[in-house]
């Protein structure tokens, strides 16, 4: 069965700490997704990943192919960080849909 | 902007009534996907098209349907709606069979009362 399992489901930090947010799945995949999502509901894709390591300001995102483990990290958070981390893939096998973890909740308190 | 206008942005009806929810991709993307994220299952992929024509299928219910136009705006049919169905439902949009990334809607907030 193809799977997204993200952890944990709740994190909250205080102004400035680093945030780990990580995600395994089952099987292999051609892609994997960080998105945001703020309380308004809006969805923003933060990185695509297939392999290695992508750095946008103060986030990074890493992929383990083989162990099927990627991890999101966020350098001296700020309260405006405090959002759903949904980590999604794409299976290997043709079809183009993404599968989602059911995201982790961070609160950054000032 | 995202770039995926999502029309209405809230919607709240009865039991039993049909709705309409309206997505345009992106500018040049030719797929559009169709998201439903609720409480308890999160997101779950419902539809796919391309160009018009439905390229994939998810968890999506008899009561559901959807197509895409030639201009390539899609529209989601749901239908005899039951409270379950109260949910955001997300559009997304990719050119290239999301080799390079999607690109998300705001959501629809359907509320069944």
């Known amino acids: 069965k193809n799977e997204v399992e993200q952890s944990p489901q709740n994190l909250t930090a205080q102004e400035g700490e680093f945030i780990t947010i990580n995600c395994s799945y089952s099987v292999g995949i051609s892609a994997l997704h960080w998105l945001q999502q703020h309380p308004g509901g809006g969805i923003v894709s933060l990185f695509m990943?297939?392999?290695g390591k992508k750095k946008h300001g103060r986030l990074i995102a890493t992929i383990n192919i083989q162990e099927k483990h990627s991890s999101l990290h966020i350098t001296a958070s700020h309260p405006r960080d405090s959002a759903v981390y949904i980590c999604?893939?794409?299976?290997?096998?043709?079809?183009?849909?993404?599968?989602f973890g059911k995201g982790t909740k961070l609160t950054v308190n000032p | 902007d995202s770039g995926v206008t999502q029309t209405p942005k809230h919607l709240i009806t009865a039991t039993g009534q049909r709705v309409t929810l309206r997505c345009s991709p992106r500018?040049?993307?030719?797929?559009v996907y169709w998201y439903q994220q609720s409480l308890d299952q999160g997101l779950q992929f419902l539809i796919q098209y391309y160009n018009g024509e439905e390229r994939a299928k998810g968890n999506i219910l008899e009561r559901f349907s959807a197509q895409q136009f030639p201009d390539l705006h899609s529209e989601l049919n749901l239908s005899s709606l039951e409270l379950g169905d109260s949910a955001l439902y997300f559009c997304a949009s990719s050119a290239s069979g999301g080799y390079y990334g999607y690109t998300f809607g705001s959501g629809t907030r359907l509320t069944v009362v």
């Open positions: 999604a893939v794409r299976f290997q096998g043709g079809s183009e849909k993404l599968v």
């Open positions: 990943l297939s392999s």
């Open positions: 500018s040049g993307d030719l797929s």
